[in-house]
């Protein structure tokens, strides 16, 4: 059973950045489109960017322009790259397909304090 294990998490100053990494166990990293998730208390998680190919990249509105996501198939590694962190991106992030193939992992907590 293929699992996720996210890390890179960690609390940052309002302005400041971070890159989060999802690593997947397995060898089927490269046939899937990937994304990068985030869940705060009491809300559903909600997806935050996807790729399919380092062309093909999508944001959701609230993290377009700051946020960079990005892949490596020989690594099987899923990356996020986060700039001018805001207090409203604290959340835990996963990872997973785009189409929630997989068990969650546990996930990285991202803390932004202003």
């Known amino acids: 059973q293929e699992r996720f294990v996210e890390s890179g998490g960690g609390l940052v100053h309002s302005g400041g950045s971070l890159t989060l990494s999802c690593v997947l166990s397995g060898n089927t990293f490269n046939q899937y489109s990937m994304a990068w998730y985030r869940q705060t208390p009491g809300k559903q998680r909600e997806l935050v960017a996807s790729?399919?190919?380092?062309?093909?990249?999508d944001y959701e509105r609230f993290v377009r322009g700051r946020f960079t996501i990005s892949r490596d198939d020989a690594e099987s590694t899923l990356y996020l790259q986060m700039n001018n962190l805001e207090p409203e991106d604290t959340a835990v992030y996963y990872c997973n397909t785009l189409s929630e193939l997989y068990a969650w992992g546990q996930g990285t907590q991202v803390t932004v304090f202003s």
């Open positions: 790729i399919i190919s380092a062309s093909a990249t």
